[in-house]
């Protein structure tokens, strides 16, 4: 069964995957440039690194793919320091840019003044078509199954069809696809690819330090949690000693100084200073955010490897 192509704008990737920007630190220019090498999509994620850094991620992410496949940068419309992102995405000539937490007319505006498509990560069938007729070039749609924040309750498989129903751009689903029989069945549906961001973590490649790789592989099937973080969302992170005390949405954090990153923030407690811990290898006092299928990955691997145990998954799924 001959692989579908990913096509956004003048994107034709050979294999339909792309790699979710997953903050702070674990999509950086490592993990992007292998996927991109490997026939999919890679991204930089741009939170909770400085404007300098992501210029410099972007510039080494080209060096290291060597002109090789795609990839762009995941900016968060919640973040005060979006639109500076987004225009050094822009300036350094990405791929894409994808968004979530929020959509604006200016970003699509932006995308279109520099030919750069614009891709908007939904999870209803009404936001993506609102984002399609401001001029996104492709819609995420994530379902509740995802890691990090979690936009919605449903999961992926009864949202996915009502967005392919809804717009005339490429639908992307993601948020609990792990394998090549997902793949196939996103792909069956209508899907014109699919996003996948937990299942990259547990890669060579992955920028993340070795101990969040390892919580990753280690994790039991009841060992995910929804826990309300500041940003007003509930996320799914693996259970450690942060999440035992943050569970409890009445319990503050004493914050030591405030980075003011956030355009709206609860200061219950400081959700990048605790993504920026497990950064740092306290996988135990940190935040782990990881997808609801987390417990199924069960080693380390590198991302080609990765791909290529999805596609022959896919090949056999659609025989």
Not at 67 to 94: P, T, W
Request: charge should be neutral; glycine fraction near 10%.
């Amino acid at each position: 069964m001959k692989l579908p192509i990913l096509q956004i704008g003048q994107m034709k990737a050979a294999v339909p995957i792309m790699q979710g920007g997953m903050g702070v630190g674990i999509s950086l220019s490592g993990l992007a440039s292998a996927v991109a090498g490997a026939g999919g999509i890679g991204t930089i994620s741009g939170t909770g690194i400085s404007i300098d850094e992501l210029r410099a991620q972007i510039r080494r992410t080209r060096e290291l793919s060597k002109g090789i496949g795609y990839f762009g940068v995941n900016v968060l419309f919640s973040m005060k320091d979006f639109a500076e992102k987004m225009k050094v995405a822009l300036e350094e000539k990405v791929d894409f840019i994808i968004s979530g937490a929020g959509i604006s007319r200016d970003m699509y505006a932006w995308g279109k003044e520099h030919a750069t498509p614009v891709i908007s990560i939904v999870s209803t069938a009404k936001l993506a078509k609102l984002s399609e007729r401001l001029g996104a070039s492709a819609v995420v749609v994530e379902g509740h199954e995802a890691g990090g924040h979690l936009g919605t309750d449903r999961k992926l498989f009864e949202i996915l069809p009502e967005v392919i129903e809804a717009v005339n751009i490429p639908v992307i689903a993601a948020g609990g696809i792990l394998t090549g029989e997902d793949v196939a069945k996103a792909i069956k549906m209508g899907a014109s690819g699919v996003q996948m961001g937990t299942r990259f973590v547990a890669s060579d490649e992955c920028d993340a330090p070795l101990a969040f790789k390892q919580k990753y592989v280690d994790a039991g099937e009841s060992d995910t949690i929804l826990v309300k973080t500041t940003v007003g969302l509930h996320g799914r992170a693996i259970k450690n000693k942060l999440t035992e005390i943050i569970i409890n949405e009445e319990t503050k954090i004493r914050i030591e100084k405030c980075q003011d990153c956030l355009k709206s923030c609860s200061y219950r407690f400081c959700t990048m200073d605790h993504l920026l811990k497990s950064l740092k290898g306290d996988v135990q006092n940190g935040l782990v955010f990881a997808g609801a299928r987390v417990h199924e990955i069960k080693e380390i691997l590198s991302v080609s490897q990765i791909i290529d145990n999805i596609m022959s998954e896919y090949r056999l799924a659609m025989n």
